[in-house]
């Protein structure tokens, strides 16, 4: 199907006077002879933003002169994966400061937007400048450490038997909700295979202020696992507890008493149920990469990676940290290990 030529210099200037007068979009399409799927689009998209970028008088409105220009922009560097970000030292100095400190870039794509700094890229334009030939020496700062689009691999569930098991679609209203704080998910990281290591990390975060908090254990035995997390969250609010069904949660039954918290279960083969945990996990093995011996590991090390982590502006706290956040909602934190 043939598309319909862009928007002329003409056509433009006539729809901004259309606008300012007040016509619908379906309106102008009729006058210019144009589908209003076409004139909605070209008004969302070259309109100026409603940002803190943008002066108050000019957000929302349609310049002509000002469409023209967003549209050549966009055109220009279509092409060109990355161009913008490689071509602005700025923009590029900005994003490699972010990367290098630990953050992702949908962090620093929202905290250069709060911040109204005069430079801006999306998490997308930064993806791309990554997965391009400039950008790909600084993908080893990513979680991932991926240098292209990967999809992931399922991972290899393992069945046992949980005495007392309580499914997930028990937990209260309040946990699911994410509206109180003190709801906690749990998991563990472990050594790599091939080291032969029995060490792993014990790992929890807070639902509410994706607050992170991780321990070393010695083993994934039940009884030792059950008391790390157990401590781990000693004077701290706790109000239920999520888990997957590993072997080392057996003992599910002495972190309820400790906590005063029941436990509850995710079905199997269900990590997505206890997606906090499992982005916490994630995070900390840009510090811990797979294959790492936790042996050799200090608990030193591990509270500086959460220092880092907890301390990082994230997306869906509004570009406040899990330790901002926690502070807000009076979560106890005498000390996040």
Known sequence: ????????????SELQILHEKGYSARAIASVLGRSPNTIATELKRNSFREDGRT???????????????????????ARYQGKKIQDNNELRSYIV??????????????????EKQLFYASKTAIYEWLYSAWGQAYCKHLYSRRYRHRPRKQPSPTRTM????????????AAQSRLEPGHWEYDSVVSSKRSGSTFALAVASERTTRL???????????APFARTIARQ????????????????????????????????????????????????????????????DFATVTQTDVVSALTRINNKPRKILGYRSSLQVAKEKGLILEKVS
């Open 1 to 12: 199907m043939r598309r319909a030529p862009k928007l002329s210099g003409a056509e433009r």
């Open 55 to 77: 002066p108050q008088s000019k957000q929302g409105t349609y310049s002509a002169a000002y469409a023209k220009q967003k549209a050549y922009v966009r055109r220009k560097y």
């Open 97 to 114: 400061s972010g990367l290098t400190s630990g953050w992702n870039p949908d962090e620093i794509s929202g905290t250069m937007r709060r």
């Open 162 to 173: 949980i005495p007392d098991r309580v499914s997930v679609t028990e937990r209260p209203v």
């Open 212 to 222: 992170v908090t991780a321990s070393l254990v010695p083993n994934l035995r039940p």
């Open 233 to 292: 969250l000693a004077g701290k609010q706790v109000a239920t507890l999520t888990t997957d069904n590993g072997i080392e949660n057996r003992h599910h039954r002495v972190v309820s008493k400790k906590t005063g918290a029941p436990v509850f279960f995710t079905d199997p083969y269900s990590s997505w149920q206890k997606g906090g945990v499992e982005n916490a996990n994630r995070m900390l093995r840009a510090y811990f990469p797979k294959g790492t």
